[in-house]
T-cell receptor, first 114, second 113 residues
Framework: DTEVTQTPKHLVMGMTNKKSLKCEQH?????MYWYKQKAKKPPELMFV???????INESVPSRFSPECPNSSLLNLHLHALQPEDSALYLC?????????????FGAGTRLSVL | AQKVTQAQTEISVVEKEDVTLDCVYE???????LFWYKQPPSGELVFLIR??????QNEISGRYSWNFQKSTSSFNFTITASQVVDSAVYFC??????????FGTGTSLTVIP
């Protein structure tokens, strides 16, 4: 089973709202990732968690706040977003955060900020 | 500098034709890994294959085949007898000592029935 589950699938929010994206995997993976993908572009890495600790933050604005409560769960808390933050947000996991580890992706959350 | 180049932005083929998607990469590392992912309209990136830099053996999986050539820094992907279900965006990616995935810009493949 190589399933990464993301909820919700779609989200519409206003610029003053607070919302959260959720990602779950039960493959025993110890690395989890958040990516942002704009239309017709490749995914862009936002955050990497390794053993539940934040190991990479790609200079993401503070209105995006990641959280890894346990090894199976990854959240992305959203606050005061801008319309340009509308995108597909993808979660991925890999066995470890090491070179060459296969990343398995979820189906993503399509976010629209009004 | 772009680490992975997919020069073909969009390709259209008629069903049952063969199609090759090109991927050229750049790295100074001797140990690295190359990947192909498929992204259908539903959005999920589906893992297709991983190769490491020490294994240049070509691989075939059903209608899919991959040609890895270190001499030209290329890792091309061929679909034989394409089908409508192959319509998707395909991404080539590189993982080297930076421990990040460097994705190419993707090739959008449309298979016309």
């Amino acid at each position: 089973d190589t399933e990464v589950t993301q909820t919700p699938k779609h989200l519409v929010m206003g610029m003053t709202n607070k919302k959260s994206l959720k990602c779950e995997q039960h493959m025993g993976h110890r690395a989890m990732y958040w990516y942002k993908q704009k239309a017709k572009k490749p995914p862009e890495l936002m955050f990497v968690y390794s053993y539940e600790k934040l190991s990479i933050n790609e200079s993401v604005p503070s209105r995006f706040s990641p959280e890894c409560p346990n090894s199976s769960l990854l959240n992305l808390h959203l606050h005061a977003l801008q319309p340009e933050d509308s995108a597909l947000y993808l979660c991925a996991s890999s066995l470890l955060a090491l070179v060459g580890n296969i990343q398995y992706f979820g189906a993503g959350t399509r976010l629209s900020v009004l | 500098a772009q680490k992975v180049t997919q020069a073909q932005t969009e390709i259209s083929v008629v069903e049952k034709e063969d199609v090759t998607l090109d991927c050229v990469y750049e790295t100074r590392d001797t140990t690295y890994y190359l990947f192909w992912y498929k992204q259908p309209p539903s959005g999920e990136l589906v893992f297709l294959i991983r190769r490491n830099s020490f294994d240049e053996q070509n691989e075939i999986s059903g209608r899919y085949s991959w040609n890895f050539q270190k001499s030209t820094s290329s890792f091309n992907f061929t679909i034989t007898a394409s089908q409508v279900v192959d319509s998707a965006v395909y991404f080539c990616a590189l993982s080297d000592t930076g421990n990040q995935f460097y994705f190419g810009t993707g090739t959008s493949l449309t298979v016309i029935p």
